[in-house]
């Protein structure tokens, strides 16, 4: 009954490496998120979709590069992967509206070597 | 420009001792939306609250309090009679009521609960 789940919870690879984190969540919410937490424990956005459409992207290398094939899926695509973005990544949901709080994945904590 | 600040870093406390993790915010918005999250050592994100910026009356939820004060722009957080469980990160947030609703997050206070 998981609410928020992403895949894989662990990633290693080896840096120029391409690699997919999946996140989907089954609570009905139409905005998705992917939130990178550096090694400092600080918290920062990437993208926000809402109902598949893009409304957030912080200055975040186009390496990255999200994909919503529907409301209940937001996933990550990492090109050319680099030691600095060895990080964890989370992803979260919430429903459309100022006032509403956001739920997260368990994150996916990538070692790029 | 959105601002979150979480001045206390780590904080130590002994078992059943009360402790207060702060936060102040900063924004040019009337309306806004405060929040708290807990990241224990297995890392995942738990929220814990949501505060509208329009209501300023403090809550509480069993061992937890927040206090909440627009005149100082704070929304601090109480656990009263801590435990070992409370032992984690926590994080205060703070969303617009702008159009991309953007979260800002403050850099998170380690509490260690010493049993």
């Known amino acids: 009954d998981t609410a928020v789940s992403q895949t894989p919870k662990y990633l290693v690879t080896q840096m120029g490496n391409d690699k997919s984190i999946k996140c989907e969540q089954n609570?009905?919410?139409?905005?998705m998120y992917w939130y990178k937490q550096d090694s400092k424990k600080f918290l920062k956005i990437m993208f926000s979709y809402n109902n598949k459409e893009l409304i957030i992207n912080e200055t975040v290398p186009n390496r990255f590069s999200p994909k919503s094939p529907d409301k209940a899926h937001l996933n990550l695509h990492i090109n050319s992967l680099e030691l600095g973005d060895s990080a964890v990544y989370f992803c979260?949901?919430?429903?459309?509206?100022?006032?509403?709080?956001?739920?997260f994945g368990q994150g996916t904590r990538l070692t790029v070597v | 420009a959105q601002k979150v600040t979480q001045a206390q870093t780590e904080i130590s406390v002994v078992e059943k001792e009360d402790v207060t993790l702060d936060c102040v915010y900063e924004?040019?918005?009337?309306?806004?939306?405060l929040f708290w999250y807990k990241q224990p050592p297995s890392g995942e994100l738990v929220f814990l609250i949501r505060?509208?910026?329009?209501?300023?009356q403090n809550e509480i939820s069993g061992r937890y309090s927040w206090n909440f004060q627009k005149s100082t722009s704070s929304f601090n957080f109480t656990i009263t009679a801590s435990q070992v469980v409370d032992s984690a990160v926590y994080f205060c947030?703070?969303?617009?009521?702008?159009?991309?609703?953007?979260?800002?997050f403050g850099t998170g206070t380690k509490l260690q609960v010493i049993p």
């Open positions: 947030a703070l969303k617009d009521s702008g159009g991309y609703q953007k979260v800002t």
């Open positions: 505060r509208n910026s329009f209501d300023e």
């Open positions: 609570l009905g919410h139409d905005t």
């Open positions: 979260a949901s919430s429903f459309t509206g100022p006032g509403t709080e956001a739920f």
């Open positions: 924004t040019r918005d009337t309306t806004y939306y």
